[in-house]
T-cell receptor
Framework: DAKTTQPTSMDCAEGRAANLPCNHSTISGNEYVYWYRQIHSQGPQYIIHGLKNNETNEMASLIITEDRKSSTLILPHATLRDTAVYYCIVRVTEAGGTSYGKLTFGQGTILTVHP | DAGVIQSPRHEVTEMGQEVTLRCKPISGHNSLFWYRQTMMRGLELLIYFNNNVPIDDSGMPEDRFSAKMPNASFSTLKIQPSEPRDSAVYFC?????????FGSGTRLTVV
């Protein structure tokens, strides 16, 4: 799986959008971009994933550049409860969406949302 | 759906004792993963199973660690004998297709 690079930490004001960048310049054509977060003392939580199109769900939006070498996770209206470590992961997903491959976590970005 | 269930939530044991961590994956999920998290090393994948078969155990630190998945609804991670450096939070996760769900973890302290 391709390696990712994320900033160590970021701050965001409550109510503002949090934009978390991720660099994955060695991503392959069959690798998806996944985002997870880990709130203190809890297990990692799935946020969103995508291949090449921008994606949005009830939690966040994922913007992937056209060359797929980087992406940005957007939390549109950050709250104090969004304070967590955010992990960007790229991994192979087999054709058809079925996958049993492993998730390899890096160090992630510590996002602190302040009042 | 109760999610991925791990037990115990906390375990304190003495060095040299055997420790068994348990995991019940989400029904219908066909892959199961054991991770370990420490401040120094972050989240490390220890082993994963697909359809109850171990696929990759390259992350298992040494022979003191073993994992089994006797059926689709249960897995164990055993450490024998335990050492203080095994102190960590151990997470189990299960998945079907792309969606991974993690349990709440077992905090292991070896004294």
């Amino acid at each position: 799986d391709a390696k990712t690079t994320q900033p160590t930490s970021m701050d965001c004001a409550e109510g503002r959008a949090a934009n978390l960048p991720c660099n994955h310049s060695t991503i392959s054509g069959n690798e998806y971009v996944y985002w997870y977060r880990q709130i203190h003392s809890q297990g990692p939580q799935y946020i969103i994933h995508g291949l090449k199109n921008n994606e949005t769900n009830e939690m966040a939006s994922l913007i992937i550049t056209e060359d797929r070498k980087s992406s940005t996770l957007i939390l549109p209206h950050a709250t104090l409860r969004d304070t967590a470590v955010y992990y960007c992961i790229v991994r192979v997903t087999e054709a058809g969406g079925t996958s049993y491959g492993k998730l390899t976590f890096g160090q992630g970005t510590i996002l602190t949302v302040h009042p | 759906d109760a999610g991925v269930i791990q037990s115990p939530r906390h375990e304190v044991t003495e060095m040299g004792q055997e420790v068994t961590l348990r995991c019940k994956p989400i029904s219908g999920h066909n892959s199961l993963f054991w991770y370990r998290q420490t401040m120094m090393r972050g989240l490390e994948l220890l082993i994963y199973f697909n359809n109850n078969v171990p696929i990759d155990d390259s992350g298992m630190p040494e022979d003191r660690f073993s994992a089994k998945m006797p059926n689709a609804s249960f897995s164990t991670l055993k450490i024998q004998p335990s050492e203080p450096r095994d102190s960590a939070v151990y997470f189990c996760a299960s998945s079907f297709e792309w969606g991974y769900t993690f349990g709440s973890g077992t905090r292991l302290t070896v004294v």
